[in-house]
């Protein structure tokens, strides 16, 4: 079975402090995603990696930032933390190169509350 | 463009009874759509896919949705509901890429016993 697991299910931080989110999976998949989860707004996209070290915009990258320095970890950064980030931050995983139809595997997700 | 739309945000049925939740979607390529459930505070997971293969498309738990190009229409369904079917569930259309998932807003699916 493919694992994505996330460092934290919840989390609190303070405003203005610098935050980690973390994702591990088990697949070895190429592609890795980080998305937000908020409600009647459904999921938007963050970033997404498509190979170590290499990174890509989502929808929504202000404020945030990502790092991936090995193939199977995919952070999530939040420089200075704000209150309009507090969210569910999903991460999610797939293979890459074979068209449209490959299914992300997520992980159970991190609640994150800013103060 | 892709986009999809989930008619109902919150949808509500009786133990036993059968469940539709809408969707429909948008695009300019020929779509890659899925299902995707959550459970209370657990991560998405696949209910079924639609790649071309067939129109109508079986998943897990007993849904099935039916592609249906003329009405750009995705509807999932299920025959009797459960109450283990309580849940979110997203409606998502691919942009020609796994790395560009397009998602509805959800439908949040109450049984009632």
């Known amino acids: 079975d493919v694992k994505v697991t996330q460092s934290s299910r919840y989390l609190v931080k303070r405003t203005g402090e610098k935050v980690f989110l973390e994702c591990v999976q088990d697949?070895?998949?190429?592609?890795m995603f980080w998305y937000r989860q908020d409600p009647g707004l459904g999921l938007r996209l963050i970033y997404f990696s498509y190979d170590v070290k290499m990174k890509e915009k989502g929808d929504i990258p202000e404020g945030y930032s990502v790092s991936r320095e090995k193939k199977e970890r995919f952070s999530l950064i939040l420089e200075s933390a704000s209150t309009n980030q507090t969210s569910m931050y999903l991460c999610?995983?797939?293979?890459?190169?074979?068209?449209?139809?490959?299914?992300?595997?997520f992980g159970p997700g991190t609640r994150l509350t800013v103060l | 463009a892709q986009s999809v739309t989930q008619l109902d945000s919150h949808v509500s049925v009786s133990e036993g009874t059968p469940v539709l939740l809408r969707c429909n979607y948008s695009s300019s390529y020929s779509p890659s759509l899925f299902w995707y459930v959550q459970h209370p505070n657990k991560g998405l997971q696949l209910l079924l896919k639609?790649?071309?293969?067939?129109?109508l498309v079986k998943g897990i738990n007993g849904f099935e949705a039916e592609f249906k190009k003329s009405e750009t229409s995705f509807h999932l369904t299920k025959p009797s509901a459960h109450m283990s079917d309580a849940a979110e569930y997203f409606c998502?259309?691919?942009?020609?890429?796994?790395?560009?998932?397009?998602f509805g807003t959800g439908t949040r699916l109450t049984v009632i016993p």
């Open positions: 999610a995983s797939c293979v890459s190169g074979s068209g449209p139809y490959n299914e992300q595997f």
């Open positions: 639609y790649t071309s293969a067939a129109t």
């Open positions: 998502v259309v691919s942009g020609g890429g796994a790395n560009n998932l397009f």
């Open positions: 697949m070895d998949h190429e592609n």
